[in-house]
């Protein structure tokens, strides 16, 4: 078996773990993992502590998960070599090698991680943002790595756990979680039955056992059907009462706002943190570079809570009453929050395609797309070549300047409905996508709207401004596209005017 991969990473050369004490903030994440791409929009900030124990390091996460800070506490145990470190983690995947590449202590560190084989290079900073040399030592560490620019996400600058107030903080203690997965490293599967009660979304609980024995009641109390449930429960073990709730996901990814309900419900129950379990799904899920140095994600809970018998049926429709009013007024507030107004997108009327064919130049962009508010600052102009297809549909082909060299890239509208209104099929995401032309004179401008999700939770949204001619824009037209990109929800710091050069322009069309 070849070496694995980190095996030739060499570490800081005399790396001192007192010199690397503190704080740092994750900036950057560079993996071929495909989750990372596909999540690349939910990132979140990410700070890391760091307190040296003799030669090992014991290290805490913080980060937000689903709108709740998590610190995350995990130890990287000396390997005997300074600067290379093992953090046991849970799973079929086995450990997880450390090798700190790089550092001043003063300002960043390159961080190298290999789990099953698989690499990952982080960078991490004193502060943000970074300066363009450190940026460059990064991109040389990744290109080493035998990596892309594709296969590298920017975390969010803003947002950290640590400008939150302490009691806003969740623990998950990976060596506590450890050590009790190795003291019970075994399968087991249990049945039952549920047999429905006279309320819809209301069970008992047969395990087949004699009557009155370990008997029980379950409660829906939330569930999308499609991406998760959210369950109360009351067992009896003789004259004792067991409540529980139950958090349960059909994927490894969940809706905004899931995990904040759960917690809320357990908090009615006068759950504490002391109440909250973690099953291991290390060994199921792809460890996922977004999460602090491959942490897993939480995504079935489950808490419990013994109290003495009492009659449940009236319980738990207050609790189920309770959480749904909490619910609706939750999704409220989140919505206020995400989503703000937006005005209906209409279409060109009586849009005339064979008038839109042609050359065009991108001009203006407006994005909810992480990537977008990472990279908007070296985005320029693009050309965009409009040409029917035998079915009269739209293919568009971009040239624009890439790492000093043109590149080019086409898509197929395909005409969807009302003429002005088309279709896109992302080939890499295998989602779809609604494009629609706004408004167009065709001579001059013309102002398209792209959206559609990659799942649930998983909105994007653009709007382009393309011009005809490859000259400064219009004050006019810049105040329109403004105006439509902030009826649209989009912030001023989300809409960016292009700046325009001659490079890739004038290749033959």
């Given at each position: 078996m070849p070496p694995s991969p980190i095996s030739t990473i060499q570490p800081k050369a005399?790396?001192?773990?007192?010199?690397?004490?503190?704080?740092?903030?994750?900036?950057?994440?560079?993996?071929?993992?495909?989750?990372?791409?596909?999540?690349?929009?939910?990132?979140?900030?990410?700070?890391?502590?760091?307190?040296?124990?003799?030669?090992?390091?014991?290290?805490?996460?913080?980060?937000?998960?689903?709108?709740?800070?998590?610190?995350?506490?995990?130890?990287?145990?000396?390997?005997?070599?300074?600067?290379?470190?093992?953090?046991?983690?849970?799973?079929?995947?086995g450990a997880v090698h450390v090798v700190v590449a790089e550092t001043d202590y003063r300002d960043f560190a390159i961080v190298f991680l290999e789990r099953a084989r698989q690499l990952s290079v982080k960078l991490y900073a004193r502060s943000l943002p970074v300066?363009?040399?450190?940026?460059?030592?990064?991109?040389?560490?990744?290109?080493?790595?035998?990596?892309?620019?594709?296969?590298?996400?920017?975390?969010?600058?803003?947002?950290?756990?640590?400008?939150?107030?302490?009691?806003?903080?969740?623990?998950?203690?990976?060596?506590?979680?450890?050590?009790?997965?190795?003291?019970?490293?075994?399968?087991?599967?249990?049945?039952?039955?549920?047999?429905?009660?006279?309320?819809?979304?209301?069970?008992?609980?047969?395990?087949?056992?004699?009557?009155?024995?370990?008997?029980?009641?379950?409660?829906?109390?939330?569930t999308d059907y499609t991406s998760f449930a959210l369950l109360l429960a009351h067992r009896w073990a003789g004259s004792q009462a067991i409540i529980s709730t139950s958090l349960l996901g059909r994927s490894w990814v969940l809706p905004p706002g899931t995990l904040g309900k759960f917690i809320c419900l357990g908090r009615m129950q006068g759950f504490s943190e002391d109440n909250v379990v973690f099953p291991d799904v290390t060994a199921l899920v792809p460890a996922s570079p977004l999460d602090p140095l491959l942490n897993p994600v939480p995504v079935m809970l489950v808490t419990s809570h013994s109290r003495s018998a009492t009659p449940v049926s009236a319980q738990l429709r207050m609790a189920?009453?309770?959480?749904?009013?909490?619910?609706?007024?939750?999704?409220?507030?989140?919505?206020?929050?995400?989503?703000?107004?937006?005005?209906?997108?209409?279409?060109?009327?009586?849009?005339?395609?064979?008038?839109?064919?042609?050359?065009?130049?991108?001009?203006g962009l407006a994005s909810n797309a992480s990537w977008f508010l990472e990279k908007k600052a070296v985005l320029s102009t693009c050309k965009t070549m409009v040409v029917p297809t035998e079915d009269s549909d739209l293919n568009l082909t971009s040239t624009f300047l890439r790492k000093n060299q043109c590149e080019t890239r086409t898509m197929l509208l395909r005409r969807a409905g009302t003429p002005g209104s088309y279709s896109y099929r992302s080939p890499h995401w295998g989602s779809t996508y609604s494009v629609s032309v706004v408004e167009t004179n065709y001579e001059e401008y013309a102002l398209l709207f792209t959206q559609g999700a990659k799942g649930p939770g998983q909105e994007f949204r653009m709007a382009a401004l393309y011009s005809r001619a490859l000259a400064p824009l219009k004050a006019e037209l810049q105040e329109k596209f403004s105006a439509f990109c902030k009826s649209q929800g989009f912030t001023e710091d989300s809409i960016v005017f292009l700046p325009q050069t001659d490079k890739c322009m004038k290749q033959q069309e």
């Open positions: 005399n790396f001192d773990a007192r010199q690397f004490a503190g704080t740092w903030f994750l900036v950057a994440v560079g993996s071929a993992c495909r989750f990372l791409q596909e999540q690349a929009h939910r990132a979140e900030a990410t700070a890391l502590h760091v307190t040296p124990q003799g030669e090992t390091m014991a290290v805490s996460n913080f980060r937000k998960l689903d709108g709740i800070c998590w610190q995350v506490r995990q130890l990287y145990a000396d390997t005997g070599v300074p600067g290379r470190f093992l953090l046991q983690a849970r799973g079929a995947r300066s363009d040399p450190v940026l460059a030592t990064f991109e040389q560490h990744v290109q080493g790595a035998n990596l892309t620019e594709d296969q590298v996400v920017f975390f969010p600058k803003y947002g950290f756990c640590e400008e939150a107030s302490a009691d806003q903080f969740h623990t998950l203690d990976e060596l506590s979680a450890l050590s009790a997965h190795r003291r019970a490293q075994r399968c087991d599967t249990w049945s039952y039955i549920l047999v429905p009660g006279t309320q819809p979304g209301q069970f008992t609980v047969d395990r087949n056992r004699a009557s009155g024995v370990d008997r029980g009641e379950i409660q829906v109390v939330n189920a009453l309770r959480t749904a009013c909490l619910g609706l007024v939750l999704l409220g507030v989140l919505g206020s929050l995400q989503t703000p107004a937006q005005a209906q997108v209409s279409v060109q009327p009586d849009f005339q395609q064979d008038k839109f064919l042609g050359r065009w130049f991108s001009v």
